[in-house]
């Protein structure tokens, strides 16, 4: 039987989990590579799918790095910090920061609002040029790590409001609101809504009204 150490079923499962979430990001860029087909390669999906085909890249990077040097993760050691190691957490870095603005190109796609190609290639070079230079400054994975959430959650922020179409002194608003009543922010836009057309009356009967803030708390 094989002892392991604590360090070594971490990186074990840390391993299996990055190995899970290439073959989702590759499963998911195939899926919306048939919808681009079926839909006729609109720009917005097109776009997603190069989107999840960055994120595929950016983890299969991760997983190089720790194939790649003599003695990685997998077999119980810290990852050694070479040239080669810094090539694949390069990639990932810029890989990830192209997964979020290749979300934000297709929801201006999706709104009929494209982002101009020139700008768009410069825009790709400078992800280039920052991520080559983070990766100098930060060499270890946990800090680039952070650095890209940085950027990839407030990405998805801006993603939602664009195709929800709310200024943002509303969805602000709505945010704070939500919080107050302790609702998500899907949560209490739905409510919203159907308190407006059970009001308007234009539903003759919708399944259920939201329910109050207790009542969603407990569930």
Not at 118 to 134: C, E, H, N, R, Y
């Amino acid at each position: 039987m094989i002892d392991l150490s604590k360090y070594e079923v971490s990186a074990v499962v840390s391993f299996i989990g990055t190995i899970v979430q290439t073959s989702v990001a590759i499963l998911l860029a195939g899926l919306f590579f048939l919808l681009s087909r079926r839909a006729g390669r609109r720009p917005y999906t097109v776009a997603w799918t190069w989107a999840l085909v960055a994120l595929a890249a950016a983890i299969g990077a991760v997983v190089a790095s720790y194939l790649l040097p003599a003695s990685g993760p997998i077999l119980g050691v810290p990852v050694r910090i070479t040239a080669v190691v810094l090539v694949c957490y390069t990639a990932y870095l810029y890989c990830k920061l192209l997964f979020t603005g290749l979300l934000v190109v297709g929801a201006l796609d999706f709104i009929g609002q494209p982002i101009n190609r020139l700008v768009l290639k410069s825009a790709g070079l400078g992800l280039a040029i920052t991520s080559m230079v983070v990766v100098l400054l930060l060499p270890t994975l946990d800090q680039i790590v952070m650095v890209q959430s940085l950027v990839f959650a407030p990405g998805l922020a801006v993603c939602g409001l664009i195709l929800l179409r709310l200024p943002p002194e509303l969805h602000a608003a709505i945010e704070k609101w939500a919080a107050d009543e302790l609702r998500s922010v899907n949560g209490q836009i739905e409510y919203l809504l159907a308190q407006s057309v059970n009001k308007a009356g234009r539903a003759r009967r919708l399944k259920a009204e939201a329910p109050p803030p207790q009542e969603e708390q407990q569930s």
